[in-house]
């Protein structure tokens, strides 16, 4: 789980110009009023991964071809760069 962190709205009015410094450390920054969670600040390569995911998720065909290449990690039918070049010359 990425590195998370929370602080409260009035100090992130107060932090807002420099809160993007907080997420090369923190992947998630959540916001909280009231003490409870308001809102969440995310890094940008946090959502872009999250983003990617959904899509392969969402694509039956792309899904399939993952869990295809899980079963042949699990079952160690795989090749490393070496193997490869050997057998391609």
């Known amino acids: ?6 602080i409260d709205i009035s100090e992130a ?13 923190d992947s998630i ?3 909280t009023r009231h003490n409870k969670r308001a809102f969440a600040i995310v890094n940008v390569d946090l959502i872009e991964a999250i983003m990617e995911t959904l899509e392969i998720m969402s694509d039956p065909q792309s899904y399939q071809m993952f ?8 079952s ?5 760069q070496e193997d490869v070049e050997r057998e391609l010359g």
Do not use: C, W
């Not at 789980?1 to 929370?6: D, F, K, L, V």
């Not at 160690?76 to 490393?80: A, E, F, I, Q, S």
């Open 13 to 25: 009015r107060r932090r807002f110009n420099s809160l993007d410094e907080q997420l090369t450390s």
């Open 76 to 80: 160690g039918r795989v090749h490393d």
């Open 1 to 6: 789980m990425p590195g998370e962190a929370t």
């Open 67 to 74: 869990v295809k290449s899980l079963e042949d990690i699990a």
């Open 29 to 31: 920054l959540y916001v």
